[in-house]
């Protein structure tokens, strides 16, 4: 079973490859600036018990955290946008690898971004995703919990100047981002489980997780 690191790490190659060099220069300078930076201080951890949260899906219907967690734990990622590989490459292999082992433990699976229904309906269905996709509108959810971070001008800039203007899939038309991170919550709406990369080219192994959701009390 190739990791995400793995994929991750042909990700990588193929845009160093095929992207302009100043701007590989740049993604590059970025990703080694947010990695030393760590994760920020006063970051949700194992043990915190998350408030209560409503947000809509896809369809824009509103979905809970009480709905997510009652019957079982919820495994919850927080991704960039449906803009950025990375996350798709990660959230297609959840389907893929991990959504199947989900029942064994009765958890739910469920991933959040800042963009709005309809671009979350967009990853959903070019990903084939079986699973919901929320819309954390203005990361109210991800700031409440400390994983947030504003992205440098030049990375910005050189996103445009690929034709990626991320403001535009979301209705605050900001530029603030999660930290990709997997959250697993307990029915108590307790975290049991907190995975943070800064980096945003790292994610969560799917050993992990079943790991995590296998070190669960019963």
């Not at 190739?2 to 994929?7: F, K, P, V, Y």
């Not at 990361?139 to 971070?149: D, I, M, Q």
């Not at 959250?183 to 994610?203: A, E, K, N, Q, S």
Request: aromatic residues 6%.
């Amino acid at each position: 079973m190739t990791t995400i690191a793995e994929q991750a790490k042909e990700v990588k190659a193929v845009a160093a490859s095929r992207l302009p060099p100043e701007v590989v220069a740049v993604f590059e300078s970025d990703q080694a600036d947010l990695a030393a930076g760590g994760v920020p201080a006063g970051a949700v951890s194992v043990g915190d018990t998350l408030a209560p949260f409503a947000l809509p899906d896809a369809a824009g219907q509103t979905r809970t955290l009480e709905e997510l967690t009652a019957g079982g734990p919820a495994v919850i990622v927080f991704y960039r946008g449906g803009w950025c590989p990375y996350c798709n490459v990660t959230l297609r292999t959840y389907q893929q690898q991990l959504l199947p082992h989900l029942g064994a433990y009765s958890a739910r699976l469920v991933a959040i971004s800042p963009e709005t229904p309809d671009a979350s309906l967009d990853t959903q269905e070019k990903g084939e995703l079986a699973y919901t996709v929320l819309s954390d509108e203005g990361v109210e959810l991800a700031s409440s919990l400390g994983l947030t971070f504003e992205p440098s001008q030049a990375g910005l800039a050189a996103q445009r100047e690929l034709g990626v203007d991320i403001r535009t899939t979301r209705a605050d038309g900001g530029t603030v981002l999660p930290m990709p991170t997997v959250l697993i919550v307990d029915r108590d709406r307790i975290v049991r489980f907190v995975d943070i990369h800064p980096d945003y080219t790292g994610r969560t192994e799917i050993d992990d997780i079943l790991a995590a959701l296998q070190a669960l009390p019963s």
